[in-house]
């Protein structure tokens, strides 16, 4: 949920521009609300997006400016999601070496709801998490990614092999 034009997002980005970095933020198609654009798109939309916004700043970024080899993949929460799945996928062909690091916050790694009384899930219900319970998600990302328990659409389900490899991640959880 979300749009990179939101203004806690839109701040974010300036923010970390702000410490003398390009900050390139990728607009992906949501699976279960609109983003800046009506259409939603259950997965790999949003995931295909992403790959296809760093596969163009890989291949413009002599003319942006940019070094191509210090290039960190960041989101929050199901840009966090996004993040992983971008990495297993540039992993899968073998173009992860592309990508520096990670940084994650507050990822959302699971559609499967925590019942765990000590989970933030549970102890922030209707403080944080007012919005769609993590089934809603499920059944907008397509239901059957759940039970096919496919980690590029949920990374709760990844292996150690999946993940293996992966340039240096940071994940932060903001004490939730």
Do not use: H
């Amino acid at each position: 949920m979300g749009s990179c034009f939101a203004p806690n997002l839109a701040a974010w980005g300036r923010l970390i521009a702000s410490a003398g970095v390009t900050v390139v933020m990728v607009e992906f198609r949501n699976s279960l609300v609109p983003s800046s654009v009506d259409e939603v798109g259950p997965f790999p939309a949003g995931l295909n997006d992403c790959v296809s916004g760093l596969r163009w700043l890989l291949r413009n970024a002599g003319e942006l400016g940019i070094d191509p080899g210090r290039i960190i993949v960041a989101g929050e929460s199901g840009g966090a999601n996004l993040s992983i799945a971008l990495a297993m996928t540039m992993k899968r062909e073998n173009t992860l070496s592309s990508v520096a690091g990670l940084y994650l916050m507050c990822p959302f790694l699971s559609a499967e709801a925590n019942s765990d009384p000590r989970s933030s899930e549970v102890e922030n219900d209707n403080i944080l998490n007012s919005g769609p319970k993590p089934n809603a998600f499920a059944v907008a990302y397509g239901i059957e990614q759940v039970t096919q328990r496919n980690p590029a659409a949920w990374p709760a389900y990844a292996s150690t092999e999946d993940v293996a490899g992966f340039p240096e991640t940071i994940i932060t959880v903001n004490e939730c």
